[in-house]
């Protein structure tokens, strides 16, 4: 299977805390993205970074990406109720391959 | 921004009735579409490319006769699951790109849950 895979699968936290979720992946990457899904609905793009970066901001997140680990973080900080839902990464395989391949995904709930 | 509609949210059908799925981009073209599948808890398996104009690219275990995927147009592809049975129950999601995935993010329908009885 090329599917990655995600940790923890389940992460609980207070209100406040940080989140921290990894990703880790098979083969050689154009980009990785991270989605979120809430409960029973679509997915949401977070954030993209691409395989020549090593880290990105947007608001509350912050990824990082390890390419001779062929590994991702997603840190998501003073986590808020609001941020309760399914995390996933996707890996765009390398080469021209026009797809995404998903992880596992790591279930968060933020305790208010 | 960038939409995807899909539609119906829920369907319920009987087991040997077929059942058609569309994902609409309201506001881009959408040369390619893909289609997964998810079971409950679980994540999302990459079931087809759909490309318009073209047949579209199954993934290795996925029947193509059992899931006719059709890309009219450059804003609607749809998804048929044909004679359904309640293994094929399932949550069903679309998503689109607007000038593909090597540089952009995906964009996703809210998706399907189909209840096959």
């Known amino acids: 299977s090329q599917q990655g895979e995600e940790d923890p699968q389940a992460l609980s936290i207070q209100e406040g805390e940080n989140a921290t979720m990894n990703c880790s992946y098979k083969t050689s990457i154009n980009n990785l993205q991270w989605y979120r899904q809430n409960s029973g609905r679509g997915l949401v793009h977070l954030i993209l970074?691409?395989?020549?970066?090593r880290e990105k901001h947007s608001g509350r997140l912050r990824v990082t990406l390890d390419t001779s680990k062929k590994s991702s973080s997603l840190l998501i900080t003073a986590s808020r109720a609001a941020d309760t839902a399914s995390y996933f990464c996707a890996t765009a395989p390398g080469g021209a391959t026009n797809k995404l391949i998903f992880g596992t995904g790591t279930l968060l709930a933020v305790q208010p | 921004g960038a939409v995807v509609s899909q539609h119906p949210s829920r369907v319920i059908c009987k087991s040997g009735t077929s059942v058609k799925i569309e994902c609409r981009s309201l506001d881009f073209q959408a040369t390619t579409m893909f289609w997964y599948r998810q079971f409950p808890k679980q994540s999302l398996m990459l079931m087809a490319t759909?490309?318009?104009?073209?047949?579209?690219?199954?993934e290795q275990g996925v029947e193509k006769d059992k899931f006719l995927i059709n890309h009219a147009s450059l804003t609607l592809s749809t998804l048929t699951v044909t004679s359904a049975h309640p293994e094929d129950s399932s949550f069903y999601i679309c998503?689109?790109?607007?000038?593909?995935?090597?540089?952009?993010?995906?964009?996703f329908g809210q998706g399907t849950r189909l209840t096959v009885v």
């Open positions: 970074i691409r395989s020549n970066e």
């Open positions: 759909s490309n318009e104009g073209s047949k579209a690219t199954y």
């Open positions: 998503s689109a790109s607007k000038s593909g995935l090597l540089n952009t993010e995906a964009f």
